[in-house]
């Protein structure tokens, strides 16, 4: 008899009453009791955490403010729909124009050399350290050309290059191309250059017209041209009243003409010329015969240019000087075939145009070393000023030079190189000089032999290397006002000053196209404009507005 099995108790002496599979789901047992105490059991609560909010300073709530106000001004105003109408427009009315600077003037059309097939070229050291053998040239092979990259150096030939020693036509050293136009530009030139009229201009007023007059003096868009390859050392005014012709010499010996009314032509009225080889300090044209000019370069030549003959001749040479200071610097005229002629030695040449330039000429010693500029006074053609670079100007009677000898008449100095001294140009009581030392001095010389300062004005004059040095000059007609280059201003904001004798600023010339320093400064005798030359071969011409 099977025993019967009996069912276990639970600590608590509570019967376990056995469930199926089924009905506990596979599940373990659980008692009512158990279910009771888990429907009182609380989950434990999960605390949210607080996100502080950053604190704003005052500072930021005044950036938020201004931002919402300018939201709603643009809003005012459109901007945003005005944005959408101009993106609409094609895209050349948007294309900005480029500078008239950049597109006026004389221009030449560069061809690139083609380059030369063939092995690239060794240097003989290197060949000479790897193979232990010395290259040898071979005869008949060029050795002219070298190659780097895709551009070709080329050395010209002696027999090929241009004599500046020797006579040439206007053709010869012309820098453009087309001889044909070039003789129809100078036929028009010519024309007109005979009439300089008479009166005195802008000289007759009173100082305060003259200065309400310049204070309107403007520089057009079409008054920027390209004279010059390079920096502008010297220009000059041509006196005629019917054509408005300027001339300027460069750093590098080219010689550029502008005729400022010929804005149609092909190269905006300007014609470039090649005669020296070394920069051109002075350029002027001839007083008693319109359609000549002169030109002074380093190279020692002394040169007159004939737009009637078309000829380029040699009035005075030193190239063939042995003196390590053989060059010319500056020239003045005295009539119509005699001019003083500084040198690169200290001394002063009377030149006679009429004589063989290598023939034998009066000299007179005045300095050391060199003569930067000479200047004759007007009512005594005997007498000259010199600046030099000691920062002496002197004062010289021609008459008494001798045996290669000048004894001046009276002298005063800057403590520095001087860069130009000029007399009044109507009386020539007045020396009005410049230097390196920053200053700008007026000396009475009415009494030759007793010079007395007038005025020592204060200027920066520390133009560096790439800018030619400052030479103030008078105006043509009157002896209390002149006009310098200035430092003065900024990067594309530059001015040029007119000061009268007193040292205070007439007035300062600037405007919108005036975005460079202009050194070199020229007026015409009577007509009423002033034209500055820049150091990148520009030239600028201010005028009242018509």
Known sequence: MEKEEMPESNLNGNETIPKSEEETGGEEAVTPKRRQSRKNTKEPSRKKLKVEEPQ???????????????????????????????????PAVLKPKPSPSHTRGFRIKRERSPVPVGPPRRSSRLIERETGMTPVKVEGEDYSEGV?????????????????????????????????????????LKSNLGDIGSGKGMGSLPLKDFQKKISNFNISDEHVVKITKDRIYSMAVHPS??????????????????????????????????????????VSFDKFNHSKFY????????????????????????????????????????DEHIFYVGRGDGRVAVVDTRQNPDGNTVVGKCYDISVKTVDIH???????????????????????????????????????????AFFSPLSGDYVL????????????????????????????????????PFRPIWHPQREDVFVSGSMRGFTGNRVIEAFSVDGSVLHTFQGDNLTTILPVTAFHPTLEFLVGGSSSGKAYLLEEPK
């Not at 550029?256 to 080889?277: A, K, M, Q």
């Not at 053609?381 to 001046?408: L, P, Y």
């Open 433 to 468: 000089s410049s230097s390196a030392d920053d200053t700008i001095q007026i000396h009475d010389v009415s009494k030759l032999d007793k010079p007395a300062s007038v005025l020592s004005l204060k200027h920066n004059n520390f133009t560096g290397r790439w800018i030619t």
């Open 295 to 334: 030109t002074t370069s380093y190279d020692g030549l002394f040169k007159r240019a004939d737009l009637e003959t078309g000829l380029f001749e040699v009035m005075y040479s030193l190239s063939g000087s042995k003196s390590q200071r053989s060059w010319t610097s500056f020239h003045a005229q005295k």
């Open 378 to 420: 007007p009512k005594m053609d005997h007498i000259i000023t010199t600046s030099s670079r000691t920062g002496v100007v002197g004062i010289f009677d021609i008459r008494k030079f001798s045996g290669n000898k000048a004894a001046s008449l009276s002298t005063f100095s800057h403590k520095k190189v001087c860069h130009s």
């Open 148 to 188: 780097a990259g895709d551009l070709v150096f080329t050395k010209l030939k002696k027999e090929e290059m241009v004599d500046e020693t020797k006579t040439h036509s206007l053709g010869d050293v012309y820098a453009g191309k087309g001889d044909e136009e070039l003789t129809v530009f100078l036929a028009k």
């Open 241 to 282: 009243v019917l054509r408005r012709l300027v001339i300027a010499g460069d750093r590098k010996g080219y010689v550029g003409l502008w005729s400022v009314d010929e804005s149609d032509d092909l190269h905006n009225g300007c014609r470039v010329f090649y005669p020296h080889r070394d920069p051109i300090n002075c």
């Open 56 to 90: 704003i300073s005052e500072y930021e709530k005044l950036i938020l403010k201004n931002i919402e106000e300018r939201k709603k001004l643009l809003e005012q105003f459109n901007i945003k729909q005005a944005k959408e109408n101009l993106k609409a427009l094609s």
